[in-house]
């Protein structure tokens, strides 16, 4: 299949495509006589699995990781329990910190007197520790 219809297939642009060959975790297929890109049902499963793992937050250099095991089907799944739990540690920590960022802002915001600029604290909170 053309890069067009690997793209729609996969529910991603034909430049993100170009972007993971251009990373080295997506093969550059052959190509057609007429220069064409000429991708396979194998390429296809690969990047979903890619999507997939962007979808959930993984990292390039995770998702590399993840191929380079997912390539290796004979060996033992605890590598890859090992990256899944490494990054449900940093969806936790990031969410710790959107909580943090929540309930400032809830702060701020219940702290609003609605005057004028020149008197609101959410301004003054948010200069807090910058030079004047």
Excluded at 46 to 74: K, P, Q, V, W, Y
Excluded at 92 to 121: F, H, P, S, W, Y
């Amino acid at each position: 299949m053309r890069i067009g219809e690997l793209a729609r297939a996969a529910g991603v642009k034909a430049e993100t495509i170009r972007y993971y060959e251009r990373e080295g975790i997506l093969a550059s297929p052959p190509r057609t006589q007429a220069n064409y890109r000429d991708y396979s049902p194998k390429d296809a499963r690969r990047l979903n699995f890619i999507r997939r793992a962007r979808d959930l937050g993984f990292s390039m250099t995770r998702i590399r990781d993840l191929l380079e095991l997912a390539d290796d089907r004979s060996r033992a799944c605890h590598a890859v329990d090992t990256l899944a739990r490494a990054h449900l540690c940093e969806v936790n920590r990031k969410i710790a910190d959107l909580e943090a960022l929540r309930r400032e802002l809830r702060r701020m915001l219940e702290n609003c007197e609605q005057g004028t600029v020149g008197t609101c604290l959410i301004i003054e909170a948010l200069a807090e520790g910058t030079e004047a």
